[in-house]
């Protein structure tokens, strides 16, 4: 399967929302509530991207990978909180995508773009998600030990940080 990296335009702000509404209920389909999963829509969380995109498209950058014709994933990163820190802040792949290689070119992608914004990059994963932590710790990354409390919808979640040196990753996400 080839799949192929662009920034991402206007135009594919709807799809990504979409997209991200089906990847997370597929990856938190065993960590939360039916409620929690099916809040929004992906109507909703495309208005939601296309906003944010509006306000930070200036330092941060919005990748998606295609597939012919079809949005396979898509990866959102910028400046973190932490000074010379990036963050991470979506990584996204199409459920139907999902063990393709789709992630794997986004991540590979999107560590050599986080560099610019500092010697490392963080990024955020549910305490529960084994699958997404097993997929960063391949690629290098690796628990810091800092957590959150932040809501999926109005579930409250624990979320672990991950952080990876830039530059030197290694690996095979």
């Not at 997209?19 to 509530?33: E, I, M, V």
């Not at 330092?59 to 932490?82: I, M, Q, S």
Request: aromatic share 10%.
């Amino acid at each position: 399967m080839s799949v192929h990296l662009r920034p991402a335009a206007d135009d594919d702000l709807p799809g990504i929302g979409d997209l991200h509404y089906r990847s997370r209920a597929s990856a938190y389909s065993h960590l939360l509530t039916p409620e929690a999963l099916t809040f929004g829509s992906p109507a909703a969380l495309g208005e939601w991207w296309t906003e944010r995109w509006k306000w930070e498209r200036d330092n941060h950058r919005l990748t998606v990978a295609v597939a012919g014709d079809t949005l396979a994933g898509f990866t959102y990163l910028g400046p973190g909180e932490d000074p010379d820190t990036g963050e991470l802040s979506a990584i996204h792949a199409d459920p139907d995508f999902v063990g393709k290689g789709v992630g794997r070119a986004l991540m590979v992608d999107a560590l050599g773009a986080l560099i610019p914004y500092g010697k490392s990059a963080v990024l955020w994963v549910l305490e529960g998600n084994a699958v997404a932590r097993s997929f960063y710790e391949k690629g290098g990354w690796t628990p810091d030990g800092v957590t959150r409390v932040e809501p999926v919808g109005s579930e409250p979640v624990l979320q672990m940080r991950y952080r990876i040196a830039l530059g030197r990753q290694g690996g095979s996400a």
